[in-house]
């Protein structure tokens, strides 16, 4: 995708990152490869750090992928044993990702759940301190709506690809865009959140649960 920030920072900022170990290179290069969405190692660290200031225990994610945000989670928890339930449509993926769990050896603190995200949160209690939403951009506000309350006063709810590869910021908009530009607001505008967007790769929104 188009980078946010411009060639030159963006080759900086790679090139400072602390080296990833054996497998989340393979995972790299898979998602490369096979055209898997992922958050890539300067979402991954960013989401790291948050994950480790709040002290998050509970954890849910929107969107597992291959499994490459949730093992980033799952590091930055193992110190106090939190726990991460995480959300995927499609099976076939679900089963890369937990193969990559097991190889991660988090496995035990993370419990991959295949199905529809919006009926599978119905199934869950919560409360979450940690929210990570990744999936169809179309359901961004409807996943929010659902997990909101969910989320203990004081939790975070991280959104990716808020930015949309700078689209959000040009004239001309296909209908994903516009869905991504209406979520952005709505999260800003929120009564019940205190939001910043952070132009890190495609954009990460963090929202405080107020």
């Known amino acids: 995708m188009p980078g946010i920030t411009s060639e030159r920072i963006e080759t900086?900022?790679?090139q400072i990152l602390p080296e990833r170990d054996g497998?989340?290179?393979r995972m790299e290069a898979y998602a490369d490869e096979h055209e898997v969405p992922i958050i890539g190692p300067?979402?991954?660290?960013f989401l790291f750090a948050i994950a480790k200031l709040i002290q998050a225990k509970n954890i849910l994610?929107?969107?597992?992928a291959i499994g490459y945000s949730a093992i980033?989670?799952?590091?930055a928890i193992a110190e106090w044993n939190g726990k991460i339930t995480t959300l995927e449509i499609n099976p076939k993926t679900?089963?890369?990702?937990r193969k990559n769990l097991t190889e991660a050896g988090v496995q035990k603190r993370v419990e991959v759940v295949v199905g529809e995200s919006l009926d599978l949160i119905k199934k869950l209690?919560?409360?979450?301190d940690l929210c990570f939403i990744d999936i169809d951009k179309h359901q961004y506000r409807a996943f929010l709506d659902a997990v909101l309350p969910k989320v203990r006063k004081g939790g975070v709810v991280l959104v990716d690809n808020v930015l949309w590869s700078g689209k959000v910021a040009e004239e001309k908009r296909d209908?994903?865009?516009?869905?991504?530009?209406?979520?952005n607001d709505y999260v800003m505008k929120h009564p019940q959140l205190q939001s910043v967007i952070v132009p890190l790769r495609d954009g990460i929104s963090v929202s405080i649960k107020k």
């Open 12 to 14: 900086y900022l790679q």
């Open 23 to 25: 497998l989340m290179q």
């Open 42 to 45: 300067l979402a991954g660290s």
């Open 61 to 64: 994610e929107g969107g597992t």
């Open 72 to 75: 980033w989670l799952a590091r």
């Open 94 to 97: 679900a089963e890369i990702a």
């Open 125 to 128: 209690d919560g409360p979450f």
């Open 175 to 183: 209908e994903t865009t516009e869905h991504v530009r209406k979520f």
